[in-house]
């Protein structure tokens, strides 16, 4: 059945592209369009009028004629500022300038003509229409001269931000971090292994973003957060150009807190610029006009900075580490074509290359400078094209292709550090040695083709239709290479070797402490994971309206995916690990995971088909294009990225882990062979999971798409001239989420949920009084503990978790202020409630959180989300002022980050053994829900004032400042979870011995500890 689907899609893919080129960017989903009705000055409708348009940033001349009803419409209008003329025998010519089209709005223009009485012609200034009466979607859209006039970033996630609704960059009204997508002049750049945004862009390319939060029309899949659509800049007919640099350094930067309090609080000097440069220069223009146009770009950017890391003295070699400074550069070049092949037919190439090295990727308090990987380079590449045939005025084809990939080398600092371990401490909560990661090499290329077909019907059983139909088609694939002489993570507690020991653990039970080993080979092509596959959509979307007033968008969206293992190759695991895996492993399921082995790579590890209803309502509601009431539901479907593919690959960061008896009394781990002892932690992590067998069934054949069910109800209107509010409320549901669960491969089932068959035979209940902390009251909890009865034959199998949800409900108000007299403005208040018991951050979109692992996951498990902001609020804009001078500003509050108390329970030894329980597993257990209670909220503001100077016929000079953090807000950050360790004596008890962590009431850093001046120099012409 899902094979004939596929083949209806790809059918429809191939009719609508079949002897076309797939190749260009001037689309309808780049571009915007006027539409109206033209009629006398009795309102009675005149057919036959001539329509022009024309702007510097059309090629040529876009026409149309009047229909019987009046009704006209000019298509594939690139963003910028128009002059539309009407011409009609017998009648005024009537000419509009100013017309504003942004990208994704229809502006609607509805005019009356005056009886000729002499030769002349009415001209008059267009008002600029800020609401789109067609459209159902909600959406802001941010033009070059806002964000360029603005103190924020660099970058396009700088411009995500602003939009109503953003906790940050990654996470849009109540999505997770994978739930957005971009797209660069029609190109997906969403990463192919984590969906994250993979074409950085250089800022000044930018000429308009669009950011879709909600009622995404069929067109758009697999989108649950944003929709960001971004237009990079194309030439004209004539020559324009920039050349920009920033700079800021040390002298720049001040702490708003002084020195000797840092000290006082153990804190280094802050993570600020030493040097920081940023040059770029963009030019453009004609090649042949109206023809050919060009446009090129560049960009360099250079800077160090301090590191907020603490100094301590590593207690594995006596190795002091000290505050370091990060070290990066980055070079990136863009190029851009466009062709009008013929009257009808536009064709746009882009190619887009970035390249960025740094010293190290360490950050925060507690990790050392050589601690994690650098970067040697990250490579992004990206080549995209789309061409647009206007087959006749009522008949548009489009068809886009591209190819997009991610080359990065991350080797270690120091390359003898492949032969360190990776160690951290418990309780002071440093990381030193070599890292979690090894030597690291990403490959994440992506290739993307699509076919799209609209077709307009007028006079259709009373209404107006926008036919639309599109198929597309992407191929992606996740490499991920690791590598690393020694594997071994060797966990330490005070500075004490002995993890478990040092804690107070039995060693009879424990060992002294515990080492894993991941099993990876020692060699790039000795351990490479990869995760391949392939998406494919179509969708049927009418738009159709009723009297110019009632617009109704239906849609069906049909999406596939399919996901695949290729063959794999692992070469031997350094160290002693090899040794262990043939004394415990190999013994027991015939296999060492240490060891030399290849394995035939499977051809379906996923496949999914799905069908998505979307339907909106527009209502003009006083039919002058100034009201609209807007209502949408639909369907918002996942797809599967590499990440998750490749989560059950047999190499993917497998580690296995050991009790360890220091037998030999030398205060480190050594091979049995020279006397120390082990014992294998089965019930922590299973190396059966790595036998094909089993690791193929790591996504469960019943797994659906997780999807949003969502519902938006809103209404724009233009208040006066050039200023629009919105006024919306959001509520969705996120369902068939997927993670990983506890899978038994003997039965077929999952045995993580305490309270239903077979899970409840496995956990076994423990109440317990944990000791008040601070200000912390003594708290019961009943919690669970795996029975020695649990399934021995177990993997983490990635499936849709019925108990799993996200919820997301807001009320939003927002308004813009286009520029106009010398002033615009933008803002939004946010107003929300985002809870479930799934977190969405980075880390939580691959399929492997903690939370179907074990039993603790209900216990508190539902509450506020730890992206959940109860209260947003954005103000930025920018005025004109006295002397040349133009002042802007940047404004963000926020709700602080909800949290709850946990701790870590170790079952007592004498009730552990007479309830058959595993003494060896210790759960860390919430004792209340998350948003008990809140970090602090946030105010920040951040200004710029610049000063312009013409040099008239040569284009024009700014000179500008921006200060970050004006009014120098700070936040302490200070671990107010007591956590630890807890060992009560027994069941039903509030005695036994507390270790509360060590950086309990610790302060670990200051949010915004700086203020920074940024001075900047602009030409353009």
Known sequence: ??????????????????????????????????????????????????????????????????????????????????????????????????????????????????????????TVVGAAPVVDVKASKTQQIYKADLIQSLPIGRNLNSIITLTPGTVDASNIKGATAAGNTYQIDGLNANDA???????????????????????????VGWTLGGFVNAITKSGGNKFSGMLQGYYTNEDLTRAVVPTEELKAMGLSKPSSAIYDYDLSGGFGGP??????????DGRYARNAYHSS???????????????????????????????????????????????????????????PFDCLYKTDPWANYAFTGVLTWMINSNTLFEARGGYATVEATLPFVRTEQTNVPYMWDGYTG???????????????????????????????????????????????????????????????????????????????????????????????NDSMVEGDFTRYGGYLQDSLTIKNRLTINLGLRFDGTKGWIPDIHKGETGSFASELGALLIEPEIGFNPYGQFDMEGVSNMADWFNISPRIGVTYDLFGNGKTAVKFNYGLYRESIWGSIIYKCHPLYYKEYYFNWWDENGNGQPDAPSLGDYYEMMWSWSNPAEMLRENWITGISPDTKAPYDEQIVVGLDHELFKNFKVSLNYMYKVKKNILDDALYDLETGQTWYNPTTTPGNEYWVPFTTTVPAAGSFPAQEVTMYFMSNDAPQNWILQVRNIPEAFRKYSAFELSFEKRFSHGWQLGGSINYSKTWGNMQGSYTDIHGYTSAAND?????????????????????????????????SFNYRFSSGTPWARGVTVVPPED??????????????????????????????????????????????????????????????????????????VDNNSGVGTYNMSGTFKKITSISNLTRTLRFSVRYSF
């Open 855 to 887: 039993a603790n996951w209900f216990v508190y498990g539902d509450g506020r989300t730890y992206d959940d902001r109860p209260l947003v609020i954005k103000l930025f804009g920018s005025f004109n002022i006295p002397y040349g001078f133009v002042a």
């Open 287 to 296: 090649i042949i006009k109206d023809k050919i146009w060009f446009y090129v």
């Open 193 to 219: 292994t984590q969906q994250q945004l993979s074409i950085p862009v250089d800022f000044n390319v930018l000429e308009e973003v669009e950011v879709l939060t909600g009622g995404a029309p069929a067109e």
């Open 911 to 984: 009730w552990a053994a007479a309830n058959n329980v595993n003494i060896y597993n210790t759960y860390y257990v919430s004792l209340e829900p998350v948003g008990t209670r809140r970090y602090y909220s946030s105010n920040i503001l951040d200004a710029r004032l610049e000063k312009i100077f013409s040099l008239k016929k040569y284009g024009r000079v700014g000179l500008f400042v921006d200060i970050f953090n004006l009014l120098g807000q700070h936040y302490i950050n200070i671990n107010q979870n007591p956590g630890g360790t807890w060992m009560p």
């Open 1 to 122: 059945m899902r094979r004939k689907k596929l083949f209806l899609v790809m059918a429809i893919f191939l009719a609508l592209s079949s002897g076309l080129s797939l190749f260009g960017q001037i689309s309808s989903r780049e571009t915007g369009s006027i539409r109206g009705v033209i009629t006398d000055e009795e309102g009675v409708p005149l057919p036959g009028a001539n329509i022009l348009v024309s702007g510097p940033s059309l090629m040529g001349k876009a026409t149309d004629v009047t229909r019987a009803d009046g009704t006209f419409r000019i298509l594939l209008l690139p963003p910028g500022l128009y002059t539309m003329t009407v011409e009609l025998s017998g009648f005024q010519t009537y000419i509009e300038e100013g017309i504003e089209v942004r990208v994704g709005l229809t502006i609607t223009r509805n005019i009356k003509l005056s009886i000729k009485k002499m030769e002349e012609e009415v």
């Open 430 to 524: 440093y990381y030193f040695g070599s890292g979690y990661y090894a030597d690291q090499w990403n490959g994440r290329p992506s290739l993307q083709l699509s076919a799209h077909l609209t077709r307009f019907v007028d006079n259709f059983l009373g209404a107006d239709h926008e036919l639309k139909i599109g198929a597309e088609i992407q191929r992606g694939a996740a490499k991920w290479a690791n590598w690393k002489n020694n594997t071994m993570e060797w966990p330490w507690y005070n500075n004490n070797p002995y993890y478990w020991t040092a804690q107070g653990y039995p060693r009879e039970w424990y060992g002294d402490g515990y080492i894993g080993f991941w099993a990876l080979g020692q060699n790039k």
């Open 309 to 367: 890391f603490i100094p301590f003295v590593s207690p594995y070699d006596g190795t002091a580490y000290d505050n370091f400074d990060r070290k990066s550069n980055t070079w990136a070049a863009f190029g851009k074509l466009t062709f009008q092949l013929a009257q009808n037919v536009k064709l746009a190439v882009m190619g887009n290359v970035q390249q960025t090295t740094d010293n190290t990727s360490a950050s925060g308090w507690n990790i």
